[in-house]
């Protein structure tokens, strides 16, 4: 088994040649750091509000190496979260949110149709399964808030017989079917972005970090090792790394997420009847969630990965011997055909967690930023890259009044305690989803700890 941080997206792929960094000094209306989904969808969105934007983009390693090139592929939108919006900020606030976000699924299509970007982009539901009594029916309460709410036909349920339609494992019970959402090779799409980019003649430099960003009246100027940037305004698009700035610090904390990859099984999805492109996940706290790949792999994730001390880049975010042990082990609790067969990969990366796991979008001067995807972010990137171009431009419209702009939201507390509670109610989560799956009681300091986030307003990662 090949296990590494970048994974077998970018190897399947095959990386674009490296640019060059930047060397000197710079200007551009718009600077952007960050060469993941974010930043790229930022530099797209701003020469389709304003054609003639001088964009410069600034990525500290290689456009598409983060977590954009190495997700799941799960493509998704935000219907799930409407009942509880729909009480915090009305329901039209709540409902254009995920109306925007069903719209950039689609527009993530189209664009791969318009400019020839091979992304194995899939439109098919994602179905979201119980794997023990103790799931059972976790959606229900979801599902009727949007039935109540006119939107019964955006999340359905799914009898036992009905998933093992779709796959058959012997873990799979009962469902929930979220109608708009769509799969893809995520690095095709990283790549395919950043040629879109660099044909429409955006500057981008890679292997190029941003060490300081500094705010002078009329003008933000970004500092890199070799080189000095000045823009109007600036984008912050550096995922989890948005920890380094003190402004936006405490709105997010960093856990990690890992993947496993089979050898190509094409006989075993046959004999799973997994033929439909739908990404599948549970209902645990801590999810799991798998697909197919198109030469006929399962790639199987986990959620549960361990928590960051902070902006530290500990190496268990990307590689994590441990955790990918027991996904190995669990894939097989799933689909026990595949007890003898390969997994040629693993790899990893981190999670940036938002205190209610949406994300957040904030200003400070000239400076624009958004993080906070909480694993949900392939989809939702491309409404954030609409949402921080307007942001840029100064302008107000239908996405930049969302109620993801500017939220009030409770702050994690500082590291070191940050780690330490972060670690503890982990732990805490996945005890509860291993009792839950032996059918055992959950004991009562496992109960309370799995309860603490919620009361403290705070959802954490599924
Ligand atoms: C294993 C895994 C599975 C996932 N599965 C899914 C999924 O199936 N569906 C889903 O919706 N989401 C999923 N996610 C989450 C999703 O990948 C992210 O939400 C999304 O890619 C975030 O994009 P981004 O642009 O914000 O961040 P990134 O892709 O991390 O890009 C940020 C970029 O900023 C650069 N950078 C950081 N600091 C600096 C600096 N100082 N100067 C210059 N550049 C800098 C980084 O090098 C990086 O390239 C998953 C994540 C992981 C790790």
Redesign the pocket.
């Known amino acids: 088994m090949l296990h590494n941080a970048t994974g077998w997206w970018i190897e399947e792929a095959g990386a674009p040649e490296a640019l060059a960094p930047l060397d000197g000094r710079a200007e551009a209306d718009v600077a952007i ?7 790229m969808w930022t530099a797209w969105h701003l020469l389709q509000r304003a054609p003639d934007t001088e964009i410069v983009l ?4 290689r ?1 598409g ?4 090139g ?7 939108g935000y219907w799930g979260y409407v009942p509880e919006l729909a009480q915090r900020f009305g329901l039209e606030p709540a409902a254009r949110l995920a109306r925007e976000a069903d719209a950039s699924i689609h527009a993530i299509g189209e664009f791969c149709r318009s400019e020839k970007v091979d992304a194995w982009y899939r439109a098919a539901p994602e179905v979201t399964i119980a794997t023990s009594p103790a799931q059972d029916g976790a959606w229900r309460e979801q599902v009727a808030g949007l039935q109540a709410l006119g939107f019964g036909d955006e999340e359905v349920e799914l009898s036992p017989e009905q998933v093992q339609a779709i796959c058959r494992s012997p873990l799979f019970r009962g469902a929930s079917m979220q109608r708009t959402a769509a799969t893809v090779q ?1 690095a095709r799409l990283a790549f395919g972005l950043r040629a879109a980019l660099l044909r429409r003649g955006v500057r981008i430099h890679e292997g ?4 300081r960003v500094e705010q002078h009246g009329s003008h933000v100027e970004l500092r890199t090792p070799a080189g000095r940037l000045r823009a109007r305004s600036a984008v912050l ?3 989890w ?1 948005t920890t380094r700035w003190p402004a936006f610090a405490r709105e997010l904390g960093v856990a ?4 496993v990859l089979t050898e190509p099984v094409p006989e075993v999805l046959a004999e799973l009847g997994w033929s439909g492109h739908q990404g599948l996940a549970d209902h645990r706290r801590l999810l799991h ?1 798998l697909r197919t790949t198109k030469d006929g792999r399962i790639a199987f ?1 986990w959620g549960g990965g361990r928590m960051a001390h902070g902006a530290r880049h500990d190496a268990h975010l990307d590689v994590d011997t441990e955790v990918v042990s027991q996904i190995g082990r669990t894939l097989r609790r799933f689909f026990p055909q595949l007890e003898s067969r390969e997994i040629t990969h693993a790899w ?5 967690v938002a205190p209610r796991r949406l994300p957040i979008y904030r200003s400070s001067g000239g400076v624009h930023a958004g ?1 906070g ?1 909480t ?7 491309h409404l954030g890259g609409r949402i921080l171009s307007g942001l840029a431009l100064g302008e107000r419209d239908e996405v930049t009044t969302l109620p993801l702009v500017s939220p009030a939201v409770r702050h994690f507390p500082a590291e070191p305690a940050r780690h330490a509670g972060g670690s503890l109610i982990r732990r805490a989560l996945i005890r509860r989803d291993e009792q839950d799956a032996d059918g055992e009681p959950a004991g009562p300091v496992v109960a309370a700890v799995t309860a603490l986030p919620k009361l403290l307003g705070m959802n954490l990662p599924r």
């Open positions: 750091v960050g060469g993941g989904y974010l930043g600034l990525e500290r390693e456009c190496f983060g977590p954009s190495r997700n799941g592929g799960f493509v998704n995520p190029t970090a941003v060490e698009a550096v995922n790394r990690s997420s890992h993947i969630y994730g990893g990366g981190p999670i940036d993080w995807f694993g949900h972010g392939v989809g939702p990137c």
